[in-house]
Nanobody, 115 residues
Framework: QVQLVESGGGSVQAGGSLRLSCTASGSDFVINVMGWFRQAPGKQREWVAAVSHRGTTNYVESVKGRFTITRDNAESRLYLQMNSLKPEDTAVYYC?????????WGKGTLVTVSS
């Protein structure tokens, strides 16, 4: 069973930056895809970014040019560098991983962006 633990959330002013981290443990298999989702208060969860084992990345249109997703395969760690943050980015951010066609989720880390 895979366990995911996020860190790096916090409160920043609009235009600021944060770097989220996610550490995976408990799997003996290659993690094919890792990514980030977020859920704002009163809103549905939405996909934000994903990265394959080989480094191919995809982003939701609203964060392109501002967010960068990377992974460290040797350390089983995922990152989300968030720049030029907007109040609309306020949400609980969840790390996820896909292993052998099974989805795993972290418990989330809160990001608050004030105007």
């Amino acid at each position: 069973q895979v366990q995911l633990v996020e860190s790096g959330g916090g409160s920043v002013q609009a235009g600021g930056s944060l770097r989220l981290s996610c550490t995976a443990s408990g799997s003996d298999f290659v993690i094919n895809v890792m990514g980030w989702f977020r859920q704002a208060p009163g809103k549905q969860r939405e996909w934000v970014a994903a990265v394959s084992h080989r480094g191919t990345t995809n982003y939701v249109e609203s964060v392109k040019g501002r967010f960068t997703i990377t992974r460290d395969n040797a350390e089983s760690r995922l990152y989300l560098q968030m720049n030029s943050l907007k109040p609309e980015d306020t949400a609980v951010y969840y790390c996820y991983a896909n292993v052998r066609d099974m989805d795993y989720w972290g418990k989330g880390t809160l990001v608050t962006v004030s105007s």
